[in-house]
């Protein structure tokens, strides 16, 4: 293993060296400026590190090897290379407000305003919520660790870190040229799964297997964030033109089969409701296809039977007897049955699993394996951590982030690439709370997308304006 682990460091850091010259080079090219230079250091540090590395060895024991070195080498107590960047970069932030002429709270831009908002009022009330919650399950009796109750914090830091950054960085956005933004994060992207698929390569007798095929990405967290976007836009290219943009298209449809060739059930069913979304807004736009109004009709069928294989699969049966287990030991009972018992309470759960990635080895030797932190479920996890009371708030959130995200599709143009930016924030709006997580994926995945939409809308508006002179005249 020790052999393997230095060939996959190797390639790591020839991945990570040719796109720093990358960003760097593009950064002088187009005069992006020191922020944009600063937020993608964050962005490729992030996302080319393993959180949960799909190792079998290394995902046991939480090595801290050179591609989780910034998730898992613990540097101060429980404090990570990524804390310490973190709070370096926040002392700088304060420091440069405290010595403005104006020391305010930042304004947003405003393109993106209300769904910097959304987040701020959604994962206020989530981290509230939440906390009160986990306090009154330990004070009935409850098992929980503080510690993993406040690591969600962390949340708020990066959203502080990374919003801030887009806003310095947000005029020069607004000038760019849409594709010439998006081709730059394709070409980052695509490094960065090609790194993964290299090191699924070296490490192939220790990867997951999924219905007979290896995984060819090995950190599950790139797939649910960084790269579920080319999963959709392929989707959408499916029965349409091929983009002219050559390199845009191309890369965009590789990074898109490896992710479907990962077999990633959650991301199988983001398709499949991504296709029928895509043709509803198109519709509403006035573009009917009638042969994508038949895959329409394919991918409901695909979307239930989908439903129906996850209902026997292995990770399924262990999610059902996670949310079974919570339910009978702890969700019908007070606080629980009404404001659920927070990030950090824990709930016993004896059933068996046979899912090699649910529990480590290091929590077994630990004895750690009776009591769960988590539903591995999106949204239905919000049971457990704010209960129905909260999830029936969350709904509500959620519901708003749907229309307003897509009134904003149906103002623009008919744009392949635009529905699947807007489809990937409107999901991610939806059913995660970004201001409330234990990792960066998430706020760094909003603030590129942002970064687009902050862009094609410009442009949008500018096409808009001319085309309103031009009838004038």
């Known amino acids: 293993m020790g052999n393997l682990i230095f060939l996959d460091s190797v390639v790591f850091f020839i991945t990570l060296i040719f796109v720093s010259v990358y960003v760097r080079h593009f950064n002088k090219k187009y005069k992006m400026g020191f922020a944009f230079l600063v937020l993608m250091f964050f962005y490729v540090i992030c996302s080319y590190s393993s959180y949960n590395i799909m190792v079998k060895p290394i995902h046991d024991y939480n090595l801290a090897i050179p591609r989780t070195f910034i998730f898992h080498f613990k540097v101060i107590g429980p404090l990570v290379p990524l804390d310490i960047l973190c ?9 440069r407000k405290l010595s403005s002429a104006s020391p305010t709270l930042i304004s947003i831009n405003s393109t993106v305003s209300v769904y910097v908002k959304y987040m701020v009022l959604q994962g206020g009330f989530f981290a509230i919520l939440s906390t009160v919650s986990f306090f009154v399950y330990l004070q009935s009796g409850g098992k929980g660790v503080v510690t993993d ?45 090609v ?24 950190d599950q967290d790139d797939v649910y964030n960084f790269f579920t976007i080319y999963a ?20 965009s449809i590789i990074i898109g089969v490896l992710v479907y060739a990962n077999m990633y059930k959650y991301v199988f069913v983001v398709g499949a409701i991504y296709f029928i979304y895509d043709f509803v807004i198109n519709a509403l736009k006035g573009r009917i296809a009638i042969l994508k109004l038949g ?17 026997t699969s292995k990770s399924m049966n262990t999610r059902s007897g996670q949310i079974s287990d919570y339910w009978e030991y702890t969700g019908s009972k007070f606080p629980a ?80 690439i635009y529905n699947a930016v807007l489809f990937n924030l409107l999901w991610i709006l939806a059913v995660s709370t970004p201001l409330f997580q234990v990792t960066p994926f998430t706020m760094l995945t909003i603030t590129k997308l942002l970064i687009f939409v902050c862009a094609f809308r410009s442009e949008s508006e500018t096409v808009r304006k001319k085309t309103l002179e031009d009838e004038e005249t």
């Open 87 to 95: 709070v370096i970069t926040l002392l700088f932030i304060v420091l």
């Open 149 to 193: 109750q406040l690591i969600s914090f962390r949340g708020v830091l990066y959203f502080i870190i990374f919003i801030y950054l887009f806003q310095l960085c947000s005029n020069r956005v607004k000038e760019m040229d849409f594709y010439t933004l998006f081709k730059f994060f394709v070409i980052v992207d695509f490094i960065n799964a």
């Open 195 to 218: 790194s993964g698929f290299v090191s699924s390569l070296i490490y192939k007798d220790y990867v997951w297997s999924r219905y007979g095929m290896n995984i060819s990405i090995i």
């Open 232 to 251: 959709v836009l392929l989707v959408s290219l499916f029965l349409t033109k091929p983009l002219k943009r050559k390199y845009i298209y191309l890369l």
């Open 295 to 311: 895959a329409v009709a394919i991918a409901a069928v695909f979307l239930a039977s989908t439903f129906l294989m996850l209902s």
């Open 337 to 416: 049955n009404l404001i659920g018992i927070g990030n950090g309470g824990q709930f016993y759960s004896p059933t068996d699993t046979d899912d090699d990635g649910e529990i480590k080895v290091i929590d077994k030797e630990n004895n750690a394996t009776s009591y769960r932190k988590s539903i591995q479920t999106p949204f239905v996890s919000f049971i457990k951590v704010v209960g129905p009371l909260g999830i029936i708030v969350l709904f509500g959130f959620s519901m708003y982030s749907i229309l307003k995200v897509s009134a904003l599709n149906l103002s623009l143009p008919y744009n392949v």
